[in-house]
């Protein structure tokens, strides 16, 4: 059975359960959803998103 999951709701349960168990605080995560946009923008947002994708590859290539 494969599942597939969007990165955006991985990172949102990621950062949930930082806020709620590791002490993370809600203004903390604020700044990085902002960090995220601003990057978003930015002329280095083609380069990251071609890591994401072949990290994301790499992950799913590998057998367990």
Same mark, same amino acid.
């Given at each position: 059975? %494969?599942? +597939?999951? #969007?990165?955006?709701? *991985? $990172?949102?349960?990621? @950062?949930?359960l *930082? @806020?709620? !168990?590791?002490?993370? !605080?809600?203004?903390? %995560?604020?700044?990085?959803? *902002?960090?995220?946009?601003?990057?978003? +923008? +930015? #002329?280095i %947002?083609? #380069? $990251?998103?071609q890591?994401?994708?072949?990290?994301?590859?790499?992950? +799913?290539?590998? !057998? *367990?």
């Open positions: 059975m %494969a599942l +597939s999951i #969007s990165a955006v709701v *991985l $990172l949102a349960i990621i @950062v949930f *930082l @806020v709620r !168990k590791s002490g993370l !605080k809600a203004g903390h %995560a604020v700044v990085c959803v *902002l960090l995220g946009f601003y990057l978003a +923008s +930015s #002329s %947002a083609p #380069s $990251l998103n890591l994401t994708t072949n990290v994301a590859g790499m992950i +799913s290539d590998l !057998k *367990l």
